[in-house]
């Protein structure tokens, strides 16, 4: 069975801190992972792909650990509007997503 | 920007009642999705529909659930006999691509509440 684990959450921080998020998965062989965030009673929303070499867009950075099979999402310089639940998805074939639990972030003024 | 638009919003219905959520995919996609999430839990794959027949589906899937795409726009799920574990948020996705790195894009769900 194919899992992706994320700590719940929930991350309280203040304005201006950077914070991270880890995110395990059971399935050695699966190639291609997504951070998708998720506002309360709303549709998840693509915030980036995870790629082997890692990726960053602006204040976001993604990677991905093969060997230790885990996922990272780091967010500096946090904003009010980041407040959200942060959605690890591993993509599996056919297009199928398999998500995580999400982990809850919110920033505080 | 496109969008995947889904109908109704919210649907209230008496157990053993039948419903017909409603999906109307991004235009130039070609492969179509359902998942759905129960309040406080993830997000489930349900199924996928691709060329006018299901690619994949998970155990949630049993013969209580059926899609369709009825023309050339909508794409239904249909949940026969619903049971009040079936309340959740139902998402439709699209995407323009099935493999690996392509972006689903997500409706902003029916609320189906079971009573």
């Known amino acids: 069975r194919k899992e992706v684990e994320q700590d719940p959450g929930p991350f309280n921080v203040p304005e201006g801190a950077t914070v991270a998020f880890n995110c395990t998965y059971s399935?050695?062989?699966?190639?291609?992972f997504f951070w998708y965030r998720q506002d309360c009673r709303k549709e998840p929303k693509l915030l980036m792909s995870?790629?082997?070499s890692g990726n960053e867009d602006g204040r976001f950075t993604a990677q991905l650990n093969r060997a230790s099979q885990y996922i990272s999402l780091l967010i500096r310089d946090s904003k009010l509007s980041d407040s959200a639940t942060y959605l690890c998805?591993?993509?599996?074939?056919?297009?199928?997503?398999?998500f995580g639990g999400g982990t809850r972030l919110m920033v505080k003024p | 920007e496109p969008e995947v638009t889904q109908t109704p919003s919210h649907q209230v219905t008496q157990m053993g009642q039948e419903v017909i959520l409603r999906c109307v995919p991004i235009?130039?996609?070609?492969?179509f999705y359902w998942y759905r999430q129960i309040l406080g839990q993830k997000v489930e794959f349900l199924v996928s529909?691709?060329?006018?027949?299901?690619?994949?589906k998970s155990e949630i899937f049993d013969d209580q659930f059926s899609v369709e795409r009825p023309d050339g726009s909508n794409f239904t799920l249909k949940i026969r006999s619903t049971k009040l574990e079936d309340s959740a948020m139902y998402f439709c996705?699209?995407?323009?691509?099935?493999?690996?790195?392509?972006?689903?894009?997500f409706g902003q769900g029916t609320r189906l509440t079971v009573v």
């Open positions: 529909f691709y060329n006018n027949e299901i690619s994949e």
């Open positions: 235009s130039n996609h070609l492969y």
């Open positions: 399935n050695s062989a699966s190639q291609s």
């Open positions: 998805v591993e993509y599996n074939a056919g297009n199928m997503l398999t």
């Open positions: 995870v790629y082997s």
């Open positions: 996705a699209s995407s323009e691509e099935s493999r690996a790195g392509t972006e689903a894009f």
